[in-house]
């Protein structure tokens, strides 16, 4: 099985990678195979067109998500809305090569407004794309995370949850 975990923060070290980073690092100690994808390092160009020549980075991108079977999508909230890298990300797929996968939403905020509005988004979209999302998202406040980026243990138990729960889905599924 292959998962694609995507970081959606536009952000060098945000809480949203450090959140996704823990989620890599569980989801390796049970074999599957994965791609970590951190918006903010890579160098994805801003998408122009179908017609246009990506760089190679951009290119992988596409390639990752396209081949994944499951998707595991982190994003920060911003201005009641997912990130614009995630919106970005999107554009460049065809939703003809990506019915049949599964994904996790993990929203992340400074505070409790906009989870369920942003949840609907994504799952709309995910619904366009014929990928079949986790109902159960998880919602993370920052202040679940310390000073020092380390996650409290409620909060990796409530991750790994969610991603067991993605998997059985995908599985249930296939």
Do not use: C
């Not at 920052?142 to 990796?156: A, F, G, H, P, S």
């Amino acid at each position: 099985m292959k998962i694609a975990i995507v970081s959606g923060s536009p952000r060098k070290l945000s809480k949203t990678i450090h959140i996704m980073s823990h989620v890599h690092d569980y989801l390796n100690n049970k074999s599957y195979h994965l791609d970590l994808i951190d918006l903010a390092d890579e160098n994805i160009e801003m998408y122009h067109g179908s017609n246009e020549d990506y760089n190679q980075t951009t290119k992988e991108l596409i390639n990752k998500l396209t081949e994944a079977d499951v998707w595991i999508i982190g994003t920060p909230i911003y201005n009641s809305f997912f990130s614009s890298a995630i919106k970005n990300m999107f554009e460049y797929l065809n939703y003809k090569n990506t019915s049949g996968k599964v994904a996790g939403l993990i929203i992340v905020a400074s505070g409790h407004i906009s989870f369920k509005s942003v949840q609907t988004n994504l799952t709309q979209l995910m619904s366009y794309f014929g990928v079949l999302t986790n109902p159960n998202s998880i919602y993370i406040t920052v202040d679940k995370i310390d000073e020092n980026n380390r996650l409290t243990i409620e909060l990796k138990l409530r991750l790994e949850n969610i991603l067991d729960e993605t998997i059985r889905l995908f599985d249930v599924n296939k």
